[in-house]
Each structure stands twice: as C-alpha cells, then as structure tokens.
C-alpha cells in the first residue's frame, strides 16, 4: 500500500532564516505531488504541485519554491521565512487513473515563525 | 475558475443524532468532488469521493454524499453522529488541468458533538 511521510513535523523558525520541509511517497511511481498550506482559521490553498521530476508549477506568487529531485520526493524551502508564512503545511500525492485522480495527504508539518 | 462554499463555519449535534454538511461548488464541467475530515493538529483523511455513476456514495465511517447537479451541491450526511466525529469536514472540487489534478477547497466545516 502507499504511504506518505513528512517531516519535520513541527518547526519553529526564526524570521529570515532558511526552510526545508521534505516528503517522500512509497508504494508508488510517477506521482503527482502536491503542497497545500492551511492558516488558521482559514481553508487549504495549493501552493505548488508536480507531475514529474523536476516539473513543478506555482499556484500562487510567494516566499517560498518547490523541488522534486526524485520521482517520489518533493522538497518546500524558503531562502529567507516571513512571519506571513507560519502555517500548516501539507504535502499530498495522486496518481491519476481514468476514472479520476484521488489526492491522499500526509500528517502535515507545523510551521512557526517567529 | 472553480470554488467551494461551506456555508456553516461551526455546527453543534448531539450524539445519535443525525448529520448534514452543507457545500456547494462551481464549476463548469463535470466535477470530481471529495469531503475530507482533519482532526485538531492531523492531516487530511478523506472520507469519499464522487467521479462519475451512482449520484449517492458511500464513504468510510458510515457518511454518504449526494450529488446534486440541479442545486450544484454535495452534501455529506450521517444518519447517527459518534463523539468521535467531532473534527474539521472540508469538501472539494477538483479539476484535471495539465495531467494534475487541483483540489479546491471549501474553508471547513467544524463540527461539536454534545454528549
């Protein structure tokens, strides 16, 4: 069966410093990869997602840049944290079949900045 | 552009009792549409999803939803609601676009349940 993992699961980072929030999918090849970040209060917003290596597309201009160095890794950084980007951060894979395409969501990372 | 509406942000019931979430979404083709449910501090859990076929779907811990093309709505029902329910509900619509799919998400639903 599949499984996703992220990590860290809670961080708190002081302003301008660097990010790197990883997560990795097994039991799968090829795919689509996905990071959702939730504020409180608030509903999920896309921030990024890949269909292959390497191919990543932003949703939304921001602070932040995605990586997919392997098939089944999928790296959020951030040269230099906002207060603005504390958060919940999800990360999510689907494979699409023709019958549709289910996204399944990891455990999610805490992220404080202060 | 599609979207999602949740209109109750907070909904309060009495265990045993029965349950419906409201959502309604836009958009202008044929919809994937998903409820999934988050406790406090967790990810996403994805209760069931709607494709194509049977208007009604069954899902995982007794809820089912109801596709309603005529009200553009996907409401998620319980018949008898456990104080392990209590959680965050969000529905979402989903559109293929470039060989991915994104998911748009109502803001959620957070339901008390009162023992």
């Known amino acids: 069966s599949q499984t996703i993992h992220q990590w860290p699961a809670t961080l708190v980072q002081p302003v301008g410093s660097p990010l790197s929030l990883e997560c990795t999918v097994e039991g799968t090849s090829n795919p689509n990869l996905y990071w959702y970040r939730q504020a409180a209060g608030r509903g999920l917003q896309l921030l990024f997602y890949?269909?292959?290596?390497?191919?990543i597309s932003s949703e939304v201009p921001q602070n932040l840049s995605a990586s997919r160095p392997q098939d089944r890794q999928f790296i959020l950084s951030s040269k230099k944290l906002l207060l603005s980007d504390s958060g919940f951060y999800l990360c999510?894979?689907?494979?699409?079949?023709?019958?549709?395409?289910?996204?399944?969501f990891g455990e999610g990372s805490w992220l404080t900045v202060v | 552009a599609q979207s999602v509406t949740q209109p109750d942000i907070h909904i309060t019931v009495s265990e045993g009792a029965s349950l419906e979430l409201r959502c309604n979404y836009s958009y202008g083709a044929t919809p994937y549409l998903f409820w999934y449910v988050q406790s406090p501090g967790q990810g996403l859990q994805l209760l069931l999803k709607?494709?194509?076929?049977?208007?009604l779907v069954q899902g995982i811990k007794g809820f089912e939803a109801e596709f309603k093309r005529s009200q553009s709505s996907f409401n998620l029902r319980k018949p008898s609601v456990h104080w392990s329910d209590a959680a965050e509900y969000f529905c979402?619509?989903?559109?293929?676009?470039?060989?991915?799919?994104?998911?748009?998400f109502g803001t959620g639903t957070q339901l008390k349940v009162e023992l």
């Open positions: 709607y494709f194509s076929g049977d208007t």
């Open positions: 979402a619509v989903g559109a293929q676009t470039g060989g991915g799919n994104k998911l748009t």
């Open positions: 999510a894979w689907s494979v699409p079949t023709p019958a549709g395409n289910t996204i399944y």
């Open positions: 890949s269909v292959g290596i390497g191919q």
